[in-house]
């Protein structure tokens, strides 16, 4: 089955250290996302992107955040100056259309500690 | 913002008990998708499921889309059944995100 590939699993980072998280969307998905949930609380949206731009971002993704898709496979999200705030496990999504009705499919997650 | 209501938030049952979970949203959904999130933080999408009833092994759905509410059932639980069940739709209007519920945290005890 086909997957949503995340990079790293684990990063440990110093606060105000700059932080690029790496996921590889499924194939013929077009839309993409990223999520995150801090420890114990439930899975928050960030953002999504399509046609190669921002469609839609939460309040909580400022400046401090930003996404692209660099080639034709990867889709990071960067995090300019960590704060200890952002420790949180971030979740990459992608779905086939941007159609609210088809599933979207999660990754694995990646685990950021900011000390 | 569409509202998602889960119930119960946590739950401890015996192995083999049998148990139903409940996700009460606010407007109209055109995607409903249940989660377990594994002890390693994983989500595993276990349903796709908008309206109707689906079967997958011990684990069924039911989604009743005009009463805003879905349900999923665990018979014959096992203790890898053990974690957090999400609920997480779209509404109808906007169409472009998941909104998750709070979760309900299982654990099955041997």
């Known amino acids: 089955e086909p997957e949503v590939t995340q990079t790293p699993s684990h990063q440990v980072t110093q606060m105000g250290q700059e932080v690029i998280l790496r996921c590889v969307p499924i194939?013929?998905?077009?839309?993409f996302y990223w999520y995150r949930q801090i420890l114990g609380q439930k899975v928050e949206f960030l953002v999504s992107?399509?046609?190669?731009?921002?469609?839609?971002k939460s309040e909580i993704f400022d400046d401090q955040f930003s996404v692209e898709r660099p080639d034709g496979s990867n889709f990071t999200l960067k995090i300019r100056s960590t704060k200890l705030e952002d420790s949180a496990m971030y979740f990459c999504?992608?779905?086939?259309?941007?159609?609210?009705?088809?599933?979207?499919?999660f990754g694995a997650g990646s685990r950021l500690t900011v000390l | 913002g569409i509202q998602v209501e889960q119930s119960p938030p946590d739950l401890i049952l015996q192995e083999g008990a049998n148990s139903t979970l409940r996700c009460n949203f606010s407007d109209s959904v055109n995607n409903l998708q249940w989660f377990h999130q594994n002890p390693w933080g994983q989500l595993i999408n276990l349903f796709y499921?908008?309206?109707g009833t689906k079967q997958n092994g011990r684990l069924s759905a039911t989604t009743v889309a005009t009463e805003r509410y879905s349900l999923l059932y665990i018979s014959s639980s096992q203790t890898t059944d053990s974690g957090v069940y999400f609920c997480?739709?779209?509404?109808?209007?906007?169409?472009?995100?998941?909104?998750f519920g709070e979760g309900t945290q299982l654990t099955v005890n041997p």
């Open positions: 999504a992608s779905r086939v259309t941007p159609s609210g009705a088809n599933v979207l499919t």
């Open positions: 997480a739709v779209d509404r109808e209007t906007s169409g472009s995100r998941l909104t």
């Open positions: 499921i908008p309206s």
């Open positions: 992107f399509y046609n190669n731009e921002i469609s839609e």
């Open positions: 194939s013929n998905h077009l839309y």
